[in-house]
């Protein structure tokens, strides 16, 4: 069965350095998505891409975060200058395959940041 | 915005028997609820996805109850076994396309044999 894959799966960086979370979506689906979970919180959406451009994002994304497909397969976050409070599990997910009006997401395994 | 509410505290039941987990939402009735599992340290994974026509869902022993009057879904595990611990997170569509989840806290659930 198809399923999300996010690389790495343990990240540790220091304050101030960029990091490039990876993912690779499922292959037939239209909708990439970014979300974050904070140690003991909630999941929180932070983007949402579609058509090669974000569609939609939350408070959370701002300038330091951008997000990228450069080629057919792969899906990146970025975050430019990582800060302490950027510590959490990064969840990569993606939906709406070509065929059907599913809504479901499929969520990748995850990356732990940490950030010292 | 769209809240959700979920019982904060765990729930443990007895191997074999029902176990109800809520899911409460404010303001607008979602045009579907979705149920995800999350084991710990790993990415939620999709059980169950109702729409706001429909009252009632099944898979295999789960089954989800979606009730606009109330703006409360309910998600049930019946004959539950251990394997079935985990936290239990709903999530509705939310953002200005919908596109997006909207999860709650989630509930543990912790079966025990």
């Known amino acids: 069965e198809p399923e999300v894959t996010q690389t790495p799966s343990h990240q540790v960086t220091q304050m101030g350095q960029e990091v490039i979370l990876r993912c690779v979506p499922i292959?037939?689906?239209?909708?990439f998505y970014w979300y974050r979970q904070i140690l003991g919180q909630k999941v929180e959406f932070l983007v949402s891409?579609?058509?090669?451009?974000?569609?939609?994002k939350s408070e959370i994304f701002d300038d330091q975060f951008s997000v990228e497909r450069p080629d057919g397969s792969n899906f990146t976050l970025k975050i430019r200058s990582t800060k302490l409070e950027d510590s959490a599990m990064y969840f990569c997910?993606?939906?709406?395959?070509?065929?059907?009006?599913?809504?479901?997401?499929?969520f990748g395994p995850g990356t732990r940041l940490t950030v010292t | 915005s769209q809240k959700i509410e979920q019982n904060s505290e765990a729930l443990n039941i007895q191997e074999g028997k029902t176990a109800t987990l809520t899911c409460n939402y404010t303001?607008?009735?979602?045009?579907?609820l979705q149920w995800y599992r999350q084991d710990p340290g790993r990415g939620p994974v999709f059980l169950l996805l109702?729409?706001?026509?429909?009252k009632e869902k099944r898979k295999e022993r789960l089954k989800v109850t979606f009730d606009t009057t109330l703006k409360q879904s309910l998600f049930h595990i019946t004959a539950s076994q251990p394997a079935d611990s985990a936290t239990y997170l709903c999530?509705?569509?939310?953002?200005?396309?919908?596109?997006?989840?909207?999860f709650g806290a989630g509930t543990i659930l912790r079966v025990k044999s």
């Open positions: 997910a993606s939906s709406r395959p070509t065929s059907g009006s599913s809504y479901e997401q499929y």
């Open positions: 292959s037939n689906h239209l909708y």
């Open positions: 891409f579609y058509n090669n451009e974000i569609s939609e």
């Open positions: 303001n607008y009735s979602p045009a579907y």
């Open positions: 109702i729409r706001e026509n429909e």
């Open positions: 999530a509705i569509p939310g953002g200005e396309y919908g596109n997006k989840l909207v």
